[in-house]
Every structure is written in C-alpha cells, then in structure tokens.
C-alpha cells in the first residue's frame, strides 16, 4: 500500500497487565490476542501521566508533562503545541475521532462566553468529530433512548445495579444489555463511517473508548465470566492502615476516595479503604468483565475492517492513556506512582511488517513513543523535538533494540486541586508543590516529590512497592544516583522546540532536521 489506512483505537484505565495473551491475570481478550499475533506487544509500555487529560495529552503531543504542561483534567493544552491530528492532517489525512480526547481549549484563543470553556472535554485540534461522546454521554442516551430504553433524571442512574446499589461492589448487572453500552454504540458509528470510505483514500480515525473506565458495571453475560476467587493475591501492604502509613499522598488518596464517587454508582459516601479483600475481589471480576465487553466489541470492529477489505491495508495500533490499581494498595483508581496505574497495553500491528508478527517487545517504551511511531508508519516527518521516539526499529528484522535505548521510564504526577484547593488544604503545599516525577528502571524506582518526601523501593525484592527505602543508610549511594538520572532526564528532555534551531548568515540551521 502507497501509504496506510491508520486505526488507532484507546481504551480508558486499562492496565497492562490485563490482556489473555500475557497470562498475568484471568482475563478473556481473544480479539486482542490476535491483533497481536499479527502484530508487536510491547510488554512493558507506560503512560507519562494521569489521569485522562495529562495522560492523553502526552499521548496525542508526543512531549512530556514537563513541555505539555496539562496537569490535571481541565488543564488547558497551550495552543502552540502541535497534536498527533493536526500532524495528520497536514499529511494529508483527515483524522476522524468517534469518542473523546478530553483536551480543554487554550482560553487565550477564544473570547467571550465560549462554551468550550466550560469543559475539559474538548476536542484535540485537528480532529473531525464524526461521534464526540463525553461522560455526559447525551449521544448514547439518545441512542438508547431510540431502542425503547427510558432514561433517568439523572442519567447517571443507568449505571445503577439491577436491584439497586448497596455501600460495598456488586456484580448485578445494569438495565442495559450487552450489545448496547456506550462501546457498542460507538462501534456502531464507525461502522457507518467505514461504509463511506472509498479506496485508494487512506484514512485516519481514532476510536476512544471509555471502557473500562468506571462507573464499574457490566452487561450479563460480562458480569459473571469470572470468579472473584480468581487472580493473583493483590500488591499491598497487609492492612489499609499500614498501606496509608507509606507516604502522606498515599493517606490522602485514601481519605478522599469515595465508595459512590464515579465507581459504583448509588453506593453511597463510604470510603473505598473500608472494603474488605472480598470487596476489591468482586469489584476486580466486573473489571474483568468490562475488559472481556470492549474486546468483543474491538473484535467486531476489526471485523469489519476485514468484510471491507481493508484489513491488509490498515495500521492498528491499540492502547490505554494509563492503568487501574484495582484492589493493589487497598484502593482504586489512577494517582500517584505506583506501578499498576501506568502499566498500560501497546499493540500495534502493521500487514507490511510481517518479520514482527506475534513478537513480544520487553523494552521499556512510553505513552510519547506513540506519536513517532504513528508519523512514521505512514511516511509522514516526524519532528525532531518530540520527546518520545519511533518503536518501529522494534517491528522490524530481529526487533532489537536501537543503540542509546532507554533503560528506564518517567512519569509525572500533579495532584493540585486548581478550583477546590483541596489537596494544597489537605497536605500543607503552595499549588505549584502538588506533583511528583518518577523514574522507574529495572532495579530501583524512585518518586522525587516537590514538596513531600521521596520514595524509593528496591523492585528486586520488593515488586510490590511496599517498603521505602529512602531513609536506609544502605541505600543513599543507589538514591543519589537515582535522582542524579532524573535530573539528567528533565535536562535532555525540557522544551526543545527551538533549542536545535540557529539563526545564521546562510538561513536557519535545524540540528535535529
């Protein structure tokens, strides 16, 4: 093919530890299993940032928070920066977006009552909106609405359980049926997109899934594939007592994490660190069924690509904007440095790299990696002053790794609480002291803070991160060099947007041309 079809398809909190393939845990994703028999895992892919508008907006600008700036949902992304659609689109695709990016307007470019300005749930520049779907999710209530469904005064009660919620997880499933979630719905849609495409057009769309993104519940027979008893033990500390006693952050997310607040809806105001072993367990297993959903419906899709012929004509490349901590440290959801809620999947799978097909990359990659890799897949210039760089080396001949690879991935944390001031109320910091940078390699990890202690755990005997050893006289020489390469790494990697550029007699020189 003269230049690819391009299907980049995201799905929201899905940890990379959750697919069939890898065995790591007893989830079903047959249709991802296959997408990546026909294409590359990489194994061991982190996101730069959460949750959903800092962690899309590396994804999408290829530049670290640090550049990016996008800090919290509701962060502006600063016009001057460049988005993997509008990169497209200047290549000569129109980029088509079904779902949500979740990047808020820059204010400084619109004037008067604007009403994107009061939402973070914009559209990245760049992007047709053939389907925006935000969690308000008017178009899928519609869409319901139109099969008979009656939908409550307050929407968010479809997610209720059949039978009502109680204070602790179900797995009682909602008055919707399988077939009709939002993830079908928006398959649905890009079906009928897909009808409309002709060939010898290449296309770009970008199918953004917002499952299995809580609220957690899923349509039978989803709801009880899988047996709570099921699974490995969780990575915690014995009690939710002793996990709060890790760091402040760790007691503040505890304080501040609600039962009823966007997990389990109608469950009331008690605190996620009250549930017991068996509640996280449950609440696991309808994770797993939610995961189990978005795969049937991603399989559905890739069907279809294949009815229409386009299946040797299309890139796919599929990933989540950050993980789930699911029942690890005694709660839910995606904050802080731990692990689990930055593990997240990467496959992509290209029919004109054959060599790579069924290959499992376990090289350290990141969320930034995506935009190079998608610009140069489809022979489109890939700027020289992106942060992350191109993992198409890894689908090629034998996959090693290229010279200079990264030995270790970085993430950044903010846990300001702009309009609030909660978490500065809370934790005693200036707004600007609210924020973490984690530099993670194969041995130690370590969690510099701007106004908190530091973290560092010894991942050869402690992969669960439950002991600290920043404090241990043993370990200052390790931590010192660990932070040294953190500062190192935010010194390569600050805004370079002009810093390979010099202005000569001859014209402009472009070091990173």
Known sequence: MSRPNILFVTADQWRGDCLGALGAMPVATPHLDALAARGVSFTRHFANAAPCSPARACLYTGLYQMTNRVVRNGTPLDARHDTIARMARRGGYDPTLFGYT????????????????????????????????????????AWLKRR???????????????????????????????????????????????????????????????????????????????????????????????????HPLVAYWADITRAGHHYVIGAGDGGVADWTDADFRVLRAVYFGMIAEVDAEIG???????????????????????????????????????????????????????????????????????????????????????????????????????????????????????????????LDLPLDACSLTVQRGERFKYVHFAGLPPLLFDLSDDPAETVDRAGDPTMAAARLAEAEALLAWRARHLDRRLTGLALTAGGVVDARG
């Open 148 to 246: 008979g469904y009656a939908i409550p005064a307050d929407p968010w009660d479809i997610y209720r359980p059949v039978g009502g919620a109680g204070p602790r997880p179900s797995n009682a499933p909602p008055v919707y049926g399988a077939g009709e979630t939002e993830t079908a719905f928006v398959v649905d849609t890009f079906a009928d997109w897909l009808t409309e495409q002709r060939a010898g057009r290449p296309w770009f769309a970008h199918v953004s899934f917002l499952r299995p993104h809580p609220p957690y519940i899923v349509p039978a027979p989803y709801n009880t594939m899988f047996d709570p008893a099921g699974g490995p033990a969780f990575r915690r500390r014995a009690s939710a007592a002793e996990e709060r006693a890790l």
């Open 300 to 426: 559905r899709m890739l069907g279809l690509l294949a009815e229409a012929g386009m299946a040797e004509d299309t890139i796919v490349v599929f990933t989540s904007d950050h993980g789930e901590l699911m029942g690890d440290h005694w709660t839910v959801g995606k904050y802080g440095f731990f692990d689990a809620a930055y593990h997240v999947p990467l496959i992509v799978a290209d029919p004109r790299a054959p060599a790579g097909h069924g290959r499992r990359v376990a090289a350290f990659t990141e969320a930034v990696d995506v935009v190079p890799t998608l610009l140069g897949l489809a022979g489109l210039p890939v700027p020289g002053h992106l942060d992350g760089a191109s993992l198409a080396p890894f689908m090629e001949g034998t996959g090693v790794a290229p010279a200079g690879w990264r030995t270790a991935v970085h993430w950044e944390y903010d846990f300001r609480e702009v309009a609030s001031g909660r978490a500065q109320a809370m």
């Open 102 to 141: 979740d990047q808020s307007i820059d204010p400084r470019t619109t004037e008067g009552d604007d009403p994107w300005i009061r939402t973070y749930e914009g559209v990245l520049p760049g992007f047709t909106a053939r389907l925006r779907l935000p969690e308000s999710n008017g178009p899928w209530f």
